[in-house]
Antibody, heavy 122, light 112 residues
């Protein structure tokens, strides 16, 4: 059974930093690209970032480019998102998601975690 | 950026009746590999999204056969043949052709 468990969401002040983590199990983590997707509670979904299965490529939404950094440790089946210079508009539930396609940079989201809530507020 | 437009915003359906949701993309989602990268997800109340349909019309494992996807190019439809109570939630379409990956605004389905 595929499981994705996020952690690290807290209340942080504007301008602050935070690191989110996602631990994966139930599949060959090193064979799949991974994503972060966020959702303002009660609102729509926004793709945030992806890192390729081989760690070679990382991509970001314009809204977070230069502030967020995605990384992964294939030896630990873990995914991270380092979030710097946080803004109030970054407040959201952050999901990690497994890509559907094997050994492909991206396709679509296959499985999602339950999310971790980040609140940016003074 | 590819813009995904979903209609309607909400649907109130009598149990056992069909429902359809439309999704239109601002450009074709057909890739040179012959696949069309259009996905459908359902977010049930209090849960994370779950994959229903991938590449327009392929039902994901465990998804009831009452769910079907159709369309091509820029116009797509999700159809529920007979809506049941457990089908309530918000349905999202998503394009996986190009970055940034983008979603439709969602269609909230409720039971009458």
């Amino acid at each position: 059974e595929v499981q994705l468990v996020e952690s690290g969401g807290v209340v942080v002040q504007p301008g602050g930093s935070l690191r989110l983590s996602c631990v994966a199990s139930g599949f060959n983590f090193h064979d799949y690209s991974m994503h972060w997707v966020r959702q303002v509670p009660g609102k729509g979904l926004e793709w945030v970032s992806l890192i390729s299965w081989d760690t070679v490529s990382a991509f970001y939404a314009d809204s977070v480019k230069g502030r967020f950094t995605i990384s992964r440790d294939n030896s630990k089946n873990s995914l991270s998102l380092q979030m710097n210079s946080l803004r109030t508009e970054d407040t959201a539930l952050y999901f990690c998601a497994k890509d559907k396609a094997l050994l492909t940079t991206w396709s679509g989201f296959h499985y999602w975690g339950q999310g971790t809530l980040v609140t940016v507020s003074s | 950026e590819i813009v995904m437009t979903q209609t309607p915003l909400s649907l109130s359906v009598t149990p056992g009746q069909p429902a359809s949701i439309s999704c239109k993309s601002s450009q074709s989602l057909l890739y040179s590999d012959g696949k069309t990268y259009l996905y459908w997800y359902l977010q049930k109340p209090g849960q994370s999204p779950q994959l229903l349909i991938y590449e327009v019309s392929n039902r994901f494992s465990g998804v009831p056969d009452g769910f079907s996807g159709s369309g091509s190019g820029t116009d797509f439809t999700l159809t529920i043949s007979r809506v049941e109570a457990e089908d309530v939630g918000i349905y999202f379409c998503m394009q996986g052709l190009q970055l940034p990956l983008t979603f439709g605004g969602g269609t909230k389905v409720e039971i009458k």
